[in-house]
């Protein structure tokens, strides 16, 4: 890109540490065949061979073009279409309020800098007329670059909107390197099919080979080890889109009045009527009260031993006895208490961190023929345990829009599936009394129920997006 390529040997920071794999689950968070990750700095030579590319149509200076892809999105096709259609450079550039830059060498003479006002041999002089001393269009061009992350740096003389080309920037900018790292951040955030990864001081960018569309939800996931929803941005939240979340969080935040802490927190023994508050992310619940030990499900109210998961299933009403309000009402507190339900359930359960740790050290005590290393499935079964919490939790805002149908019935049989595989799993990494004679039987069940529970998850994941490729969802509104 000019006589000086703004390529160069520069380094971002990188934490190279990766979380380690499941050893019995299939990673199904993101489809990589779908996605790639770069290194942000290795970008530069790609923006450099569009530029060349594109400026073989266009035969204008390379910061022009660059501009002018910049505008059309990095989208060289339509911008070459366009500029055939009779739009010349200036014209185009016309939209960005600025003037092309006309790639003439800037002579240096002697004179006055309109800057600082002194007298210099080494002044500057712009094709406007305008005379700026070096030190001065240094300090110029690096605080352009530190201050307003431009990748495009126009003239400073008054009103003087002309480009400045980049080899001059290269020659006269103390801050290549910040120089060029925004360069590389304009041309991602300008690229609706590139994203920064959001994750705590990455520097790499996840670029996808389909258009984004909130219509849906899509997971990425960066070689870091961070998933998120490329096309909100946000956290992952399979399997409900961007469009209905968003809804799904206005209604919640819209009706939050109507909740309080003790609805949210306590339930009372069906047998006893003993208030017991939940303190944990198990939703099989133990009366403590001396005489009582009823067990039963936080949900529900059913006897445990009875328990089915059927509550996971809203039932409306079929007799007509409700009004249309009355309806909506409570539909949609059944639903908003399963979701509250497991994102409680998901801030307790980071608590099993601290409780598999003192586990793995009873564990090894009883059982010094184990080591550290045969107790890593400890801390992976947590970590599968929330993102099953995760996924269960969005799929009651999913449940809550869409409209019946039998692929609704069969979605709602893999979500109870699910559900039973996670409150089981929570239940054996919440066992206090451990014996020798149990810890393989204990191993076993956790490692099982860990690999069952991923593939629930991605039974269910699946048969969403089967769902919105071949259109058989429907969603009120």
């Known amino acids: 890109m000019g006589s000086k390529s703004l390529r160069s040997n520069m380094s971002f920071d990188r934490d190279e540490t990766l979380s ?51 505008q059309f999105r990095w989208k060289d096709d339509v911008l070459i279409e366009r500029f055939y259609d009779g739009n010349d450079v200036a014209k185009l550039l016309k939209a960005s309020k600025v003037s092309p830059s006309e790639g003439k060498p800037l002579p240096l003479v002697s004179g006055e800098c309109e800057l600082c006002c002194d007298d210099s041999s080494d002044v500057i002089h712009f094709s406007c007329g305008t005379l700026v001393c070096k030190a001065c269009f240094g300090c110029y061009l690096s605080g352009k670059i530190r201050e307003n992350g431009a990748a495009f740096i126009s003239c400073p003389g008054h009103k003087c909107s002309q480009l400045i080309d980049d080899d001059v920037i290269m020659k006269y900018c103390s801050d290549t390197e910040g120089y060029q790292k925004v360069v590389i951040n304009s041309y991602v955030l300008a690229n609706n099919q590139m994203k920064w990864c959001p994750g705590t001081d990455c520097t790499r960018v996840i670029e996808v080979n389909w258009s984004p569309n909130e219509r849906f939800t899509k997971t990425v996931q ?35 009045g109507t909740m309080n802490w003790i609805k949210e927190n306590t339930r009372t023994c069906p047998k006893c009527r003993n208030v017991i508050e939940k303190n944990g992310g198990c939703n099989h619940m133990t009366c ?38 009355e ?76 409209k019946d149908s039998s692929q ?21 990494l919440e066992k206090d009394d451990l014996e020798d004679d149990d810890l393989e039987l204990l191993k076993q069940n956790i490692i099982n129920k860990s690999a069952y529970l991923e593939k629930r998850r991605t039974a269910l994941l699946e048969h969403v997006r089967q769902g919105e490729e071949h259109d058989f969802w429907a969603f009120e509104k």
């Not at 019995?24 to 530069?44: I, K, N, P, Q, Y």
């Not at 929803?229 to 209905?244: A, D, K, T």
């Not at 059927?310 to 249309?324: E, H, I, L, M, P």
């Not at 609704?408 to 054996?428: C, P, R, S, T």
């Open 288 to 325: 403590k009260q001396p005489g009582c030990g009823h067990e039963f499900c936080w949900i529900c109210y059913a006897d445990w031993k009875d328990h089915n998961y059927q509550c996971r299933k809203y039932v409306s009403d079929a007799g007509g006895q409700q009004t249309k309000a």
């Open 408 to 428: 609704k019935m069969i979605f709602e049989d893999n979500q109870i599936d699910l559900e039973k595989a996670v409150e089981e799993l929570n239940g054996y």
């Open 222 to 256: 960066c070689d870091c080890g961070k998933t998120f929803c490329f096309n909100c941005y946000g956290e992952q939240h399979e399997p409900v889109s961007c469009e209905i979340l968003r809804k799904w969080e206005k209604k919640s935040a819209d009706d939050s």
């Open 20 to 70: 380690d794999m499941n050893d019995f689950c299939d990673d199904v968070e993101a489809d990589s065949s779908d996605h790639r990750v770069f290194e942000g700095a290795t970008l530069m030579p790609r923006i450099e061979a569009l530029v060349q590319k594109t400026n073989n149509f266009l035969d204008t200076t390379p910061i022009n073009c660059r501009m002018l892809l910049y």
């Open 327 to 402: 309806a909506e009402v409570k539909k949609f507190l059944f639903y908003d208490n399963l979701y509250n339900t497991h994102r409680k359930s998901i801030s307790a359960n980071h608590k099993l961190y601290e409780r598999v740790h003192a586990m793995r050290e009873k564990i090894l005590e009883i059982k010094r023929t184990l080591t550290f290393q045969d107790m890593g499935f400890l801390i992976k079964s947590v970590d599968s345990l929330l993102k099953c919490r995760s996924t269960l939790m969005y799929t009651y805002a999913f449940a809550y829009y869409l």
